[in-house]
């Protein structure tokens, strides 16, 4: 099945600094890739998705690559903010599996003031 | 449009006892997933469920978990005979199936005693 590995389990970073979250997969069909946010108690909130026929995706401060042939995709936060302090999980799915989400392990971003 | 609606918040069984927890999905959705999150952990999938259907349940233990997705009323994850292994928050997720993006409710917290 589907393997997601996630670097850094953690991150600290300060204020107004940038953070950079690297996922890589092993599936080769795998072709959707959501990132969640997850608040210390609660539910995980999709931030970002990107799909595999796009290389680049931007909302705001957030963006997100994608490089098929290697297998990774990356999570880059521009001028954090102390709100931005969560848990980010990445993910990658398959339409073969339903899109039922293989999850990396996390990473705690700290954003200090 | 209310989201992903999961109860109870909390679930406190001694062992040996069952745990029922439900999962209504978000309104539209007719595709739910449930995954289990340990303790600073990611989140592990479970099961795929789509209406009366278990399309994927590769994530389940074999002994003492089941769910279903009934025609009417909202999805349930029993476990039974709870074993201090089984403490975990448990996610339920919807979507509008394909790769539209998933939804996730605010989970159960087991513990069991």
């Known amino acids: 099945g589907e393997n997601v590995e996630q670097h850094p389990s953690t991150l600290s970073v300060q204020e107004g600094d940038s953070a950079v979250i690297k996922c890589t997969y092993s599936d080769s069909a795998s072709n959707y890739f959501p990132w969640y946010k997850q608040e210390l108690g609660k539910r995980p909130q999709l931030i970002i998705d990107i799909r595999s026929n796009v290389g680049e995706k931007k909302d705001q401060r957030i963006a997100v690559t994608l490089n098929k042939t290697a297998k990774h995709f990356s999570l880059h936060i521009t001028e954090t903010q102390p709100e931005d302090s969560a848990v980010y999980f990445c993910?990658?799915?398959?339409?073969?599996?339903?899109?039922?989400?293989?999850f990396g392990k996390g990473t705690s971003l700290l954003v200090t003031p | 449009n209310a989201g992903v609606m999961q109860n109870p918040r909390h679930l406190v069984r001694r062992r040996g006892q069952e745990a029922r927890l439900r999962c209504s999905p978000m309104k539209g959705h007719s595709h739910v997933y449930w995954y289990r999150q340990l303790p600073e952990e990611g989140l592990k999938f479970m099961v795929y469920l789509q209406k009366e259907n278990i399309i994927d349940e590769s994530g389940m233990p074999k002994e003492r978990f089941s769910a279903e997705f009934p025609k009417e009323g909202p999805s349930i994850l029993r476990i039974q005979q709870v074993v201090r292994g089984d403490s975990a928050a448990y996610f339920c997720?919807?979507?509008?199936?394909?790769?539209?993006?998933?939804?996730f409710g605010n989970g159960t917290r087991l513990t069991v005693t």
């Open positions: 997720a919807s979507s509008q199936g394909g790769d539209s993006p998933l939804h």
């Open positions: 993910a990658a799915s398959t339409s073969n599996s339903g899109y039922a989400l293989n």
